[in-house]
Structure formats: structure tokens, C-alpha cells
């Protein structure tokens, strides 16, 4: 296809600005080819992230179905534009994936760098999950131990 073409435009007919298929399509990719070597199944990206479930963080999830929508009203809907400021804002919702999985992804394989790319949202979010986790094993004992008090008799 003639990269003069409509599809391969640049965005607001500005010169020397990547088009939005320059961004788009290999984030778009490159989301997709992560979550399956992550061992993650199913069509698309909306499906390996319905696939993942739990094992991503909610943000990460979100901004993953962004990519998705993104990619495909740019591949299926024939008028869909992008602005710069549009096309920045995907490029930064799809970097924060890549990073998001690429941590998960060497937290999987044993890499060193494992624990350096998480955003506070994310480690706020784990940490309310193990917090809860604790919080109810807590509980837990405390009631276990009230028991068995309750059951000594007194002298």
C-alpha cells in the first residue's frame, strides 16, 4: 500500500509526526506477543486479558483493553483518527503495559530487574491484598486463641 495512502497518513496532516498505524499496531502487538508468553490464551488482546484474570493488577488490565479498543478501531473503523495528544496518551497506556508485563515476566523467569517497574497504584493495590490477606489470618488466630482460652479452666 502507498504509504501516501490514507491509512498510513501522518496525524493532522503534520510532517515528520509518526502515524497513529506507526504507534498503534507494534505496541498493539507487542502487548499481545507478551501476554502469551505469559501463558495467557485466546484471540486478541481483550481475550488474553480476560484469559490472565486476577494475575493482573486492575490498572494494568484497563490500560491493556485501551491497547486493544485502540488497535482495533484502527484497523476496522475506516474514518477512525488520532490526535498527538491521543496518540502520546496511547503510546504512554501501552508503555506502562509492556512494563507491567515485562516485571511479571521476570518475576516468572528469575530476572534480577524483577521488582523495579511497578507503579505505586499497582504496589498500593498488592499491598491492600496481602494486607487483607493478613489482616484476616489475624483474625483468624485471634479467634482460635479465644477459644482455647476460653475452654481453660480457671484456678
Same mark, same amino acid.
Given at each position: 500500500?502507498?504509504?501516501?495512502?490514507?491509512?498510513?497518513?501522518? *496525524? &493532522?496532516?503534520? @510532517? !515528520?509526526?509518526?502515524?497513529?498505524?506507526?504507534?498503534?499496531?507494534?505496541?498493539?502487538?507487542?502487548? #499481545? =506477543?507478551?501476554?502469551?508468553?505469559?501463558?495467557?490464551?485466546?484471540?486478541?488482546?481483550?481475550?488474553?486479558?480476560?484469559?490472565?484474570?486476577?494475575?493482573?493488577?486492575?490498572?494494568?488490565?484497563?490500560?491493556?483493553?485501551? *491497547? &486493544?479498543?485502540? @488497535? !482495533?478501531?484502527?484497523?476496522?473503523?475506516?474514518?477512525?483518527?488520532?490526535?498527538?495528544?491521543?496518540? #502520546? =496518551?496511547?503510546?504512554?497506556?501501552?508503555?506502562?503495559?509492556?512494563?507491567?508485563?515485562?516485571?511479571?515476566?521476570?518475576?516468572?523467569?528469575?530476572?534480577?530487574?524483577?521488582?523495579?517497574?511497578?507503579?505505586?497504584?499497582?504496589?498500593?493495590?498488592?499491598?491492600?491484598?496481602?494486607?487483607?490477606?493478613?489482616?484476616?489470618?489475624?483474625?483468624?488466630?485471634?479467634?482460635?486463641?479465644?477459644?482455647?482460652?476460653?475452654?481453660?479452666?480457671?484456678?
Amino acid at each position: 500500500m502507498n504509504r501516501n495512502s490514507g491509512l498510513f497518513s501522518t *496525524v &493532522a496532516g503534520q @510532517r !515528520n509526526m509518526p502515524s497513529m498505524y506507526d504507534v498503534v499496531l507494534p505496541k498493539a502487538k507487542e502487548v #499481545e =506477543s507478551m501476554l502469551r508468553s505469559l501463558g495467557y490464551t485466546g484471540r486478541g488482546i481483550h481475550e488474553l486479558v480476560t484469559c490472565a484474570g486476577a494475575d493482573l493488577d486492575w490498572d494494568v488490565s484497563r490500560a491493556a483493553r485501551k *491497547v &486493544a479498543s485502540i @488497535r !482495533n478501531q484502527a484497523v476496522h473503523e475506516p474514518t477512525f483518527t488520532m490526535s498527538q495528544r491521543q496518540i #502520546e =496518551s496511547f503510546r504512554d497506556s501501552a508503555g506502562f503495559v509492556v512494563r507491567e508485563l515485562d516485571s511479571m515476566l521476570a518475576r516468572r523467569y528469575g530476572r534480577a530487574d524483577a521488582s523495579t517497574s511497578h507503579t505505586g497504584l499497582s504496589r498500593i493495590v498488592r499491598f491492600a491484598g496481602r494486607a487483607s490477606n493478613v489482616t484476616l489470618a489475624l483474625l483468624v488466630i485471634a479467634a482460635v486463641v479465644g477459644m482455647i482460652v476460653s475452654k481453660i479452666p480457671s484456678f
